[in-house]
C-alpha cells in the first residue's frame, strides 16, 4: 500500500512540474518553492501573472489577467492587464483573483473570497467582493516548506 501511495505521489509530482513548464512557456513567471495546483486555472490569454516564491495556490483559484468585457464599458480598453502575488501567499479553495490585481507579500486570501482591488502585505482577504479583515502579524513559516515533511 505504500508502495502505491509513493507512486501516486511521484507522478503527481512529476505532472506539477510539466505542468509549470507550461505555464511557464506562457508566460506566467512563478517563483521558487511555489506550489500550483492542478485544479487552478491561470489565465493569460491578453496578460501577465507574477506569482513570488513560496507561494500555495490551491483548487479551483482562478486568476485572470484580462477582462474581456471591458470593451462593451469602455472602448478604448481592450481588457488587457496583469496579476502580481507577492512571495509567501496562500490562495484558498475557489478565490478568483481578477486582473489588475497586486496582492502583497505573507497576505492570505480565503477561499471563495473575489479580489478585486489590491491587497496590502500581511493581510487576511475574505468574501465577495474581497475584504481585508485583519492584517496578519509575522514572522511568517515558509508555507511550502518541504523540509517540514
Not at 506569482?51 to 478604448?76: E, F, P, Q, Y
Not at 488587457?80 to 478568483?96: K, L, M, T
Not at 482577504?125 to 513559516?141: S, Y
Amino acid at each position: 500500500m505504500k508502495i502505491i501511495k509513493l507512486s501516486k505521489y511521484f507522478f503527481a509530482e512529476r505532472i506539477r512540474i510539466f505542468r509549470l513548464f507550461i505555464l511557464k512557456s506562457q508566460g506566467v513567471k512563478v517563483g521558487e518553492n511555489t506550489m500550483i495546483s492542478l485544479g487552478a486555472k491561470i489565465d493569460v490569454h491578453r496578460g501577465s501573472v507574477i506569482i513570488g516564491d513560496n507561494c500555495l495556490i490551491t483548487s479551483g483559484v482562478k486568476i485572470l489577467s484580462h477582462d474581456g468585457a471591458s470593451r462593451m464599458l469602455n472602448i478604448d480598453d481592450f481588457g488587457n492587464g496583469g496579476v502580481v502575488i507577492g512571495n509567501n501567499v496562500f490562495v484558498g479553495v475557489n478565490a478568483v483573483i481578477l486582473k489588475d490585481v497586486h496582492i502583497g507579500d505573507n497576505s492570505v486570501i480565503g477561499a471563495g473570497a473575489i479580489v478585486s482591488k489590491d491587497v496590502p502585505p500581511k493581510s487576511l482577504v475574505v468574501g465577495n467582493p474581497g475584504k481585508v479583515i485583519r492584517t496578519l502579524e509575522g514572522p511568517f513559516p515558509i508555507l511550502n516548506d518541504h523540509k517540514r515533511y
